[in-house]
């Protein structure tokens, strides 16, 4: 890796993927991982191949740089395999300010499909009804999310709980964890601060603008602002990153079969009850005869 991102969520992290993009830098962001390393980070986490292989997959596809899950959460794996890399620390002007961020970024994304496409979504997700990278990108994220964000959390988070009816209901399940993750995401910062020489890490808040960055980076200073993308209250953000992306459309196509298939069978089932009940069960009682009948012989 060349420059390792370890920034937690809701740190500027899609404003830092837009300016790496714009110095020229390659990123793997959610998206990129999805579409392209999503299979090998499963491999990893189900402890199938080393660190040195993902790095491998990140070069093969044309990748400089990581950024958010879950590359950001083994940025010290990374780091330590990557003898040469820089890393990049995004962060906010305060742990409060970094949890409220999240936390209204976490409301807002559960309530984004309403009731009940809130649980009807979960369901999709939780039953593999998604195109397959959207699938490993689901287990990776539940391990992210039971090992390294949430500390003794018993409730299903992502998926929900198909208990869970309402994105209501869920945010007033999850809401506590969530601003717990106060902890590590400080955490966090330590580590990066203790591990990291400071010839090769760039602490860096949004608001600093382009100048720390591309001093870091050796790279001139862009003629265009600073990008602000993916701030709370901006729902037309994730609808052109994620839904209108390859991997979001491929999703959707992928969820619209699976929606089609369900209701194909659900339609010949209900179809053919409805005809063996006009009938007086006719077929299924000349099976369960048949049936007996084999029964009898071989008992005999």
Same mark, same amino acid.
């Given at each position: 890796?060349e ?10 992290s899609?404003?830092? !993927?837009?300016?790496l993009w ?15 390393l999503s299979?090998i ?5 189900d ?29 010290e794996e990374?780091y330590?395999a ?6 990049i ?6 742990t409060?300010?970094? !949890?409220? !961020? ?37 287990k990776i ?19 929900a ?8 209901r869920?945010?007033?399940l999850?809401?506590?964890?969530w601003?717990?993750?106060e902890?590590n995401y ?9 591990i990291v ?20 980076l050796?790279k ?17 953000f994730?609808e ?25 069978? @659900? ?8 005809y ?6 006719k077929? @299924? ?16």
């Amino acid at each position: 890796m060349e420059i390792i991102c370890a920034g937690f969520p809701k740190t500027s992290s899609k404003s830092c !993927s837009n300016c790496l993009w714009t110095l020229g830098i390659k990123v793997a962001d959610y998206i990129e991982t999805t579409e392209f390393l999503s299979s090998i980070w499963l491999e990893y986490l189900d402890g199938k191949c080393s660190i040195r292989k993902v790095i491998a997959e990140y070069r093969k596809n044309g990748f400089q740089a990581n950024q958010d899950i879950p590359g950001n959460i083994y940025w010290e794996e990374l780091y330590h395999a990557s003898p040469n890399a820089k890393v990049i620390l995004t962060v906010r002007d305060s742990t409060e300010v970094w !949890s409220r !961020s999240l936390t209204r970024f976490m409301e807002q994304e559960t309530s984004r499909h309403g009731n009940p496409g809130f649980w009807l979504f979960n369901r999709f997700l939780s039953l593999g009804w998604t195109s397959p990278n959207m699938k490993n990108m689901v287990k990776i994220s539940e391990f992210i999310m039971k090992n390294h964000f949430f500390r003794n959390c018993f409730i299903k988070t992502f998926p929900a709980d198909w208990r869970v009816l309402t994105w209501q209901r869920q945010n007033e399940l999850i809401m506590p964890y969530w601003q717990a993750m106060e902890d590590n995401y400080e955490a966090q910062i330590r580590r990066v601060k203790e591990i990291v020489p400071e010839d090769r890490l760039l602490i860096w808040n949004l608001k600093d603008g382009w100048e720390p960055l591309c001093k870091f980076l050796g790279k001139p200073i862009p003629n265009t602002p600073i990008p602000h993308d993916n701030k709370t209250g901006d729902l037309k953000f994730v609808e052109k990153y994620f839904e209108e992306s390859n991997v979001g459309k491929e999703m959707f196509a992928y969820m619209k079969i699976y929606a089609a298939k369900f209701v194909l069978k @659900t339609a010949l089932i209900s179809g053919a009850l409805i005809y063996e009940k006009r009938n007086d069960f006719k077929i @299924t009682k000349s099976v369960l005869s048949f049936a007996k009948k084999i029964l009898f012989s071989v008992q005999n």
